[in-house]
């Protein structure tokens, strides 16, 4: 883990001395309704980020337009608010030209779903050295209580008064479908597990999904209820460990299985024993098995929730493959003086000269 | 036998074929033969926007006209002296345009009945007298071409398709063009298809043998190079020519050039070209659409560099919400419209000037934004610089007009010296600015430009977005005052560009004109053109010529006040003419036409004498 942190931080310089949460709080009073879930988020990361033990200055975070967004003005490193959706295409000229700095985009369901879309498959397509957190509370909050895309069939909202007539997006299966290199999913309130998967977030370099569930509690109350009552919670969630078989359920009585026809299947372990569960696998190189573990979940009642990683592999990124290319014309062109290069270059080959 | 030389002073040519014709690459070679022989030229290529549009059709007709002088010329040249037309339907769509007496060389092998009859003629044109008021040079083009290459180990299709390099071997024999140029670069384009390469050569030399020993072209003609200024030219285009101008900002700022971008006709051959030249750094990035092109600029010159984007009038409107975004961060970014004719998908390969209020008011809220427009395709390179200039200085987005005619039509260009060119270093900030603490948005109380201090640079982190900001501290304010300051400031930052631009100049060599002809962006050349004309014929007109569009330059109303009347001619239908009205209370009479094509001067001419003889 630490090698891994230091190997995706290679480029980033250290910081002279340990920071704090403190360094990384801004004197800008946050504007959350009170009981958001946005607030564990921000401050998991604000505690979390000294442990990086990199630069305040070489951080950077990006927002598009939502009630997330306002995240970057609560924390004391660079940062920009930019515009509905956008954030990971700002993001991506950011990270494509400095591969110095640690990018992160935080980002809504709205936002990088629905009007960012395009911008965010990209983005994981391209495999952009940044690390997205998707804030998903499955409703809009900022425009006051839409349905958004990753709420469920038949909602009841503001814009869908008889309930709303789409099929939501599983951001976790979309960023899969799209291979992107790094696919984890945790919660708001579960402050340990939200800053391990920031913690190996933070390690990977390369484009980073971390769909974070997320309460609002003003349009949305309690959506993701069933994975956090202590209760109940366990019956719901499918904890995803690296190297581990997939089990769960109170006394973990149930497992994952592949089924004759290639499907997942959920199965007594008692059973089939813990021989037949299937192995948590984070480093396949073929997301197939990620995408299948994404497909478990009901998305109404959220019965068989994975959460965790889901996908981790490295790839070489963006600004890897450009920082490469450009290096190789540099060694081909040879030293020469570089004005007198453009020169020569603009001449081109058929000149005239008149005297 | 001694054939007779005649010396003209210039020469308008087009030629006119199929789009799979090679009429493009032909009118290139001709132009770069042209060009190191020492001429002063102009080009307009004119092509379908299909990549192969139905064979033998009109609207599959692929044109490039070039007009080269032994002087200064600044148009392609309105009506060509000689058509090459490859095929009926060439010879059909462009007819119209030839003065009588023109030469015509047409390849006979193409008139065939079936040929003759897709493009609606009933008659064959070649012998129904209809033809009569032209010098006609029938010539089985194709026949011969084949007849030329019967030695090669080719295909009887491959040896047609030289053709082309047929005719303009004899067209170089016909005006003293060398050769060799073309042989050269044949070689490096066929180096790994050498039968082909030596068809095409082979061609090449028997159109201009052809010419040499032909009694049906008794005459050639020679045009006398060019007294341009001393200097080493070169012939360019405006793409290139815009290309090479973001380069040589890139190199005098000490920044990294970053190009967000994505693929739109007449624009894309910025893309190609950056993409090439890694080496220096450049970072070219083939975004998934206009609006993250854009982005990834603007995330770039937050990071730094010098961001660019390039576009065509389509892809500006998907881009208007980050350019407000811009406009409210206040950070450097140039946006380059290569304009098109429009509405909508419009005119892909055709010019229009129709961009410019879309570019002047295109965005929501007060979102005010530096304007250049280059007036040739040479000067492109020089309004790119321009434009880098400002938006470096003024840490603001600029927007730069350029159009399909500029992008794709070429004329010589003396090689500027790089050293020459504004010292464009830009001072980071590296300190706090206010009492310790760093405020992103305490101007520089000349240029009104906020602090640009790049992540990296410690102390000086800080957050900024597109919500209104305090005035100093740059922190989220919903302050009503505070908005209207800000709204205000960020205009008057803009306005005080004015104060580092040229005043604008007037051509009025007797002094005594009353009428002022006005115009932006790439009708300089036939406004130019039309008011010389006007002059010759005894004609008191004078021409002002905007490259800064906003903000105008400071002395232009005080200008447009001296003529009684002020005309101006566009390729929109009143756009500057508009902002000319609004902005000095001029009484601007438009010219304006939407033909997708340059003005040709004589209409200009016309113009003027229209509104003088309003008097
Ligand atoms: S509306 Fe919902 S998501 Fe937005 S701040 Fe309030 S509680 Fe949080």
Redesign the pocket.
């Given at each position: 883990m630490t090698d891994l942190l230091a190997e995706a931080l290679a480029q980033v310089p250290k910081a002279d001395q340990p920071l704090s949460k403190k360094d990384f709080t801004s004197d800008q009073e946050v504007r959350?309704?009170p009981?958001?879930?946005?607030y564990a988020i921000l401050a998991a990361v604000q505690s979390f980020l000294p442990e990086l033990g990199v630069r305040r200055e070489n951080i950077v975070f990006v927002s598009g337009i939502?009630?997330?967004s306002r995240f970057p003005y609560y924390l004391d490193t660079y940062g920009m608010h930019s515009i509905h959706g956008r954030a990971p295409a700002i993001a991506s000229g950011i990270a494509a030209s400095r591969p110095d700095l640690m990018v992160w985009v935080v980002t809504?369901d709205g936002d990088a779903l629905s009007i960012g879309g395009n911008h965010l498959i990209h983005t994981l397509r391209r495999n952009m050295n940044l690390t997205i957190l998707l804030?998903n509370?499955r409703?809009y909050?900022?425009t006051?209580g839409q349905y958004s895309p990753t709420s469920e069939h038949g909602k009841i909202t503001k814009s869908s008064p008889m309930g709303s007539l789409e099929n939501p997006f599983n951001p976790v299966s979309l960023a899969l479908g799209v291979e992107a290199t790094f696919v984890a999913r945790t919660i708001d309130s579960d402050r340990k597990h939200l800053t391990d998967v920031l913690r190996q977030a933070a390690a990977h370099r390369g484009a980073a999904l971390v769909e974070i569930f997320?309460?609002?509690?003003?349009?949305?109350d309690d959506a993701f209820e069933v994975l956090k009552d202590s209760g109940i919670k366990d019956d719901y969630l499918i904890r995803l460990e690296h190297g581990q078989p997939i089990r769960f359920g109170r006394d973990a009585s149930k497992g994952v299985v592949r089924a004759p026809d290639a499907t997942l299947k959920v199965v007594d372990v008692g059973e089939v024993g813990t021989e037949a569960l299937l192995v948590h696998d984070a480093h396949a190189e073929n997301p197939e098995l990620a995408f299948a573990l994404s497909r478990l979940t009901d998305p109404t009642t959220l019965d068989r929730t994975p959460i965790g990683v889901f996908r981790s592999v490295r790839r070489p990124t963006y600004d890897e493959l450009m920082a490469e290319q450009l290096e190789r014309a540099r060694r081909v062109a040879g030293t020469g003086d570089p004005a007198e290069a453009l020169t020569e270059l603009i001449a081109g080959r058929d000149t005239w000269t008149i005297t | 036998m001694a054939k007779q030389v005649v010396q003209v002073d210039r020469v308008i040519i087009r030629f006119a074929g199929d789009s799979g014709d090679g009429m493009q690459l032909t009118g290139d070679r001709f132009t770069s033969e042209t060009a190191s022989f020492g001429n002063d030229l102009s080009t307009l290529p004119d092509f379908p926007a299909e990549i192969r549009a139905p064979a033998g059709t009109l609207p599959g007709v692929s044109a490039f006209q070039l007009h080269f002088a032994d002087h200064d010329i600044m148009t392609p040249g309105d009506a060509p002296n000689v058509l090459v037309a490859m095929n009926p339907a060439a010879l059909k769509a462009n007819l119209g345009d030839l003065p009588r007496g023109a030469d015509v060389i047409v390849n006979t092998d193409e008139f065939t009945p079936r040929a003759l009859a897709k493009v609606g003629y009933d008659a064959n044109p070649l012998e129904d007298g209809s033809l009569d008021s032209y010098r006609v040079h029938p010539l089985a083009l194709t026949s011969l071409t084949v007849e030329a290459l019967r030695q090669f180990d080719i295909t009887k299709k491959e040896a047609e398709r030289a053709k082309n390099m047929y005719a303009l071997g004899l067209l170089c024999w016909l005006y003293h063009r060398p050769i060799e140029g073309t042989e050269r670069f044949l070689r490096q384009k066929f180096s790994s298809r050498p039968a082909i390469l030596d068809a095409n050569l082979a061609a090449l030399k028997a159109g201009w043998n052809y010419g040499e020993t032909t009694e049906d072209f008794s005459i050639s003609y020679e045009v006398r190079p060019a007294a341009l200024p001393a200097g080493t030219y070169r012939n360019i285009s405006g793409n290139l020519a815009l290309s090479f101008g973001l380069m040589a900002a890139a190199q005098r700022s000490g920044l990294p050039l970053f190009l967000g971008s994505y693929p739109i006709t007449p624009a894309s051959d910025i893309l190609h070209e950056l993409s090439k030249h890694k080496r220096f750094g450049v970072r070219t990035y083939q975004a998934e659409d206009e609006i993250a092109g854009i982005g990834a600029a603007l995330g770039a010159a937050f990071a730094g560099s010098l961001g660019v984007t390039t576009t065509s009038g389509p892809g500006l409107a998907l881009k208007s919400e980050t350019i407000g975004l811009a406009v409210s961060l206040e950070l450097p970014l140039v946006i380059v419209d290569v304009q098109r004719g429009g509405p909508s998908t419009g005119l892909p390969t055709k010019t229009e000037q129709a961009d410019l209020l879309q570019a002047m008011f295109g965005r929501n809220g007060e979102a005010p934004v530096p304007i250049v427009a280059p007036c040739s395709p040479a000067d492109c390179f020089d309004a790119a610089v321009e434009a880098c200039r400002i938006a470096l200085t003024y840490r603001t987005p600029v927007l730069l007009l350029s159009d399909g005619y500029l992008a794709n039509g070429s004329e010589p260009w003396r090689i500027p010296d790089l050293t020459a060119l504004p010292d464009l270093r830009v001072e980071f900030a590296t300190e706090p600015n206010h009492d310790g603490a760093f405020w992103p948005f305490l101007r520089d109380p000349q240029t009104l430009a906020r602090p640009w201090a790049v992540p990296g640079t410690p102390g000086l982190e800080h957050r900024i977005g597109g919500i209104e900001k305090s005035d100093g501290p740059g922190n989220i304010s919903y302050d009503p005052d505070n908005h209207e300051r800000m709204v205000r400031l960020r205009q008057a930052k803009v306005d005080g560009v004015a104060a580092s631009i040229p005043p604008l100049e007037v051509d009025d060599p007797t002094d005594r004109a009353r009428l002022l002809v006005l115009g932006w962006g790439s009708t300089y050349g036939p406004i130019a053109a039309a008011c010389e004309t006007a002059r010759a014929e005894g004609i008191d007109v004078a021409q002002a010529h905007l490259r800064h569009l906003n903000p105008f330059p400071a002395n232009t109303a005080e200008v447009l006040r001296r003529y009684d009347r002020v005309l101006v001619p566009e390729m929109n239908l009143g756009q500057l003419a508009l902002l000319v009205r609004g902005r000095f209370l001029v009484d601007a009479i438009g010219y304006n036409r939407v033909r997708g094509l340059p003005f040709k001067a004589a209409e200009l001419v016309a113009a003027i004498k229209d509104v003088i003889a309003r008097d």
């Open positions: 959350w309704c009981g958001c879930g946005d939502g009630c997330s809504g804030f509370n409703i909050g900022l006051k997320q309460n609002c509690p003003i349009f949305n | -």
